[in-house]
């Protein structure tokens, strides 16, 4: 929230462990210090996986979770969420042949979010 820079994603046809342990892995590789991070995700499946709590208390990682149905708690990935698939989902779905060329042009998006696109930032 600080600097509204996406750190870390990972993209699968499904949610699993797998994907949980490569998102954190980039995360750290990232940040290296990541002592006192809030980490805030809805109350999807990954809140109640033990190597995930234990993997962010390890590392200092404070887990902060959005009420039961309450999409404004997280208001900040929902709004980013929001641009992305307005910005380069809706009208393209199509063109999406495979995961792989999807995870590409989700990967140029972040790259544009993060470097060119025009935002207000704190820092």
Not at 28 to 54: A, E, M, T, Y
Not at 95 to 110: G, T
Request: charged content about 30%.
């Amino acid at each position: 929230m600080n600097t509204n820079e996406i750190i870390s994603y990972d993209l699968s046809l499904s949610p699993n462990m797998e994907q949980i342990r490569r998102m954190l892995n980039k995360t750290f590789k990232k940040l290296p210090s990541v002592k006192g991070l809030i980490f805030h995700s809805d109350q999807g499946c990954n809140i109640n996986i033990p190597f995930f709590r234990s993997t962010l208390k390890d590392h200092g990682i404070i887990q902060s979770m959005s009420r039961k149905g309450n999409c404004y708690d997280n208001c900040i990935m929902e709004t980013f969420f929001g641009r992305l698939k307005n910005e380069m989902y809706y009208g393209y779905e199509k063109e999406y042949k495979s995961l792989d060329d999807f995870v590409e042009v989700v990967k140029e998006y972040i790259d544009y979010y993060n470097n060119e696109r025009i935002q207000v930032k704190t820092k």
